[in-house]
């Protein structure tokens, strides 16, 4: 694989945001948004204030997480977002049931995922050792 030079790194960077449509279950059958990563600034925000975190804090800071990212981070079919940070609390007050909230969640897991936020793990090889 050749070394990227720094013409192609900034190329990289000028590309813009990753984006994925995502199924959401919980608010009914077919129903998609598109979502995008997090930025920059979003990205360090989510990092910086969940590992500094434990226990009840950090459950609550997470739980709120889903309704930032929510109105961060859905977007129309132009990549324009479709919430302003100002509809934020008429998002929370929107959410009164646990459907809507869960699919809020399903949102959020899926913009962690295409931020690189979430982790796979792999298979352990003592694992695949002992199905064999």
């Known amino acids: 694989m050749p070394l990227l030079d720094k013409l192609a ?49 950090a459950v609550t800071r997470a739980m709120d997480y889903v309704y930032d990212v929510a109105v961060w981070c859905i977007i129309d079919e132009n990549g324009e977002r479709v919430f302003a940070d100002a509809d934020l609390p008429e998002l929370r007050k929107k959410a009164k049931t646990a459907s809507f909230y869960q699919g809020l969640s399903v949102i959020a897991n899926a913009v962690f995922a295409l931020s690189g936020l979430t982790t796979e793990e792999e298979p352990d090889e003592d694992d695949a050792d002992a199905k064999n």
Do not use: H
Not at 26 to 46: D, I, M
């Open 9 to 57: 790194i900034f190329d990289i960077a000028e590309q813009g945001f990753k984006a994925k449509e995502i199924p959401v279950p919980g608010w009914g059958t077919g129903v998609t948004v598109r979502v995008r990563e997090l930025s920059e600034a979003q990205f360090r925000q989510v990092g910086g204030e969940m590992g500094g975190q434990e226990g009840t804090a």
